[in-house]
């Protein structure tokens, strides 16, 4: 799992990705057009991208994108 | 037999809820974030004795004149609606009335919501094809405001009212639109009944009055007298249900994606509609996106954005266009029309 595709496919989810940069101490809920329907693509993407299912409390419970990536790498299949 | 789709008309009330009232209702509410997120600019509101009989009429009238079409003709009337007048009567008898159509017209209703008008064009197309309707008229009618809570400022951003009518026939139409209607996919997953629900709306819940439910900052989530949507389970389902449904479309139909001109879904809210094209790999200029001053009418977004597609572009003979609606139920439908 690459850290900087991860941040690239995370990106991909916002609609205003010209505005900001991402880096993995960004606390993803604050940037831009971010909001609730945001999330919802950010999980199916972890799902489509590494196979991965977090629950909601998982997710709700991650502040930066750091914390999501590990989260995500911690879960996925060896 | 084949059957056609040979004239659609749209109703939508003449009350006007835009993003700038909703901001004034909820100041924590972004114009701009609205519109950028969902695509919505406003929506149409029923008048508070407006129904869903007397849109179908208005829609009725306007499709009759604009197509010039004799009621008399109609055989078939079916109805799709969820804000019914009554448990019963059925709506279509009453509409049957009130429209002036023949009383050789058979008339139904059939409850389901955004899946609603392929389902209707499946029952139409067996109507058609089997000799027992020569004219099936669909009609599609919802009042969901009236059934959305005044502090629910996410349900109010997201629907509006209105109306459509098909006329669905066994012969093609040389002077307008038509298109032959092909091969069907269907969809139900009833274990998500509950995730898009008025619980307190037929005659498993005759509770009492329900009380308000708020997040822990005193902000509305919920009132059991009102609909109810739990917005991620609806995005996952769509997500994840429609891409398969629409392979399934593709194959019933021996197509592949590229020889599908268009691709018009139910119009939901844009941010979501780009996230599942994407999914379904469909090139951006061959999905059409049409909710800007209507927001999400149910069972009326795709014949609204079907005839919205036809009077902005000039279809060729031949070009395929596929329609699918996802949502309440939960249910899904899918097909394909080939342009006559």
Redesign the interface.
């Known amino acids: 799992m690459e850290p900087t595709k991860f941040i690239e496919n995370l990106k991909k989810q916002y609609?205003?990705t010209e505005d900001f940069k991402l880096n993995m101490s960004s606390e993803f809920r604050q940037i831009g057009?971010y909001?609730?329907?945001t999330g919802?693509?950010i999980i199916?993407m972890i799902k489509?991208e590494y196979n991965v299912d977090i629950t909601?409390s998982e997710y709700k419970a991650q502040k930066t994108i750091k914390d999501l990536y590990e989260l995500i790498h911690s879960q996925l299949a060896p | 037999m084949k059957a056609y789709v040979n004239g659609i008309s749209y109703y939508l009330p003449s009350t006007i809820l835009d993003n700038d009232q909703l901001s004034r209702e909820f100041p924590e509410w972004s114009v701009d974030k609205i519109a950028q997120k969902t695509g919505i600019y406003k929506r149409h509101i029923s008048e508070k004795n407006e129904f869903s009989s007397d849109m179908g009429l208005k829609v009725i009238e306007k499709l009759l004149a604009e197509f010039n079409i004799n009621k008399a003709e109609i055989n078939y009337l079916l109805f799709c609606t969820q804000s019914p007048d009554y448990f019963l009567p059925t709506t279509a008898c009453v509409l049957q009335e009130k429209a002036g159509l023949n009383k050789t017209c058979g008339a139904i209703d059939f409850n389901l919501g955004c899946s609603g008008f392929i389902y209707g064009l499946g029952l139409a197309k067996g109507l058609v094809e089997t000799g027992q309707a020569k004219n099936v008229l669909l009609v599609t009618a919802e009042t969901y405001s009236k059934f959305i809570h005044k502090k629910d400022k996410s349900n109010r951003t997201i629907f509006g009212d209105g109306a459509a009518a098909t006329l669905i026939t066994s012969e093609p139409n040389k002077e307008h639109f038509s298109a032959s209607i092909g091969n069907f996919a269907y969809g139900t997953d009833g274990s998500g009944y509950d995730k898009l629900i008025i619980k307190n709306s037929g005659i498993n819940h005759q509770c009492h009055k329900s009380a308000d439910c708020l997040d822990e900052v005193g902000n509305f989530v919920s009132n059991d007298d009102f609909l109810f949507m739990d917005g991620k389970e609806i995005f996952n389902f769509t997500a994840f249900e429609v891409p398969p449904l629409i392979n399934r479309v593709l194959k019933s139909n021996e197509l592949t994606l590229e020889k599908v001109s268009v691709y018009i879904f139910h119009q939901a809210n844009e941010y979501m509609l780009d996230f599942v094209r994407k999914r379904c790999q469909i090139p951006k200029e061959n999905f059409y996106i049409n909710l800007s001053d209507t927001g999400n009418t149910v069972s009326s977004t795709i014949p609204i954005a079907l005839r919205r597609y036809i009077d902005e572009k000039k279809t060729r003979i031949g070009e395929r266009i596929l329609l699918a609606g996802f949502g309440v139920g939960l249910s899904l439908g899918g097909v394909i029309l080939e342009v006559e």
């Open positions: 609609i205003d057009s909001d609730s329907l919802m693509t199916v489509d909601d």
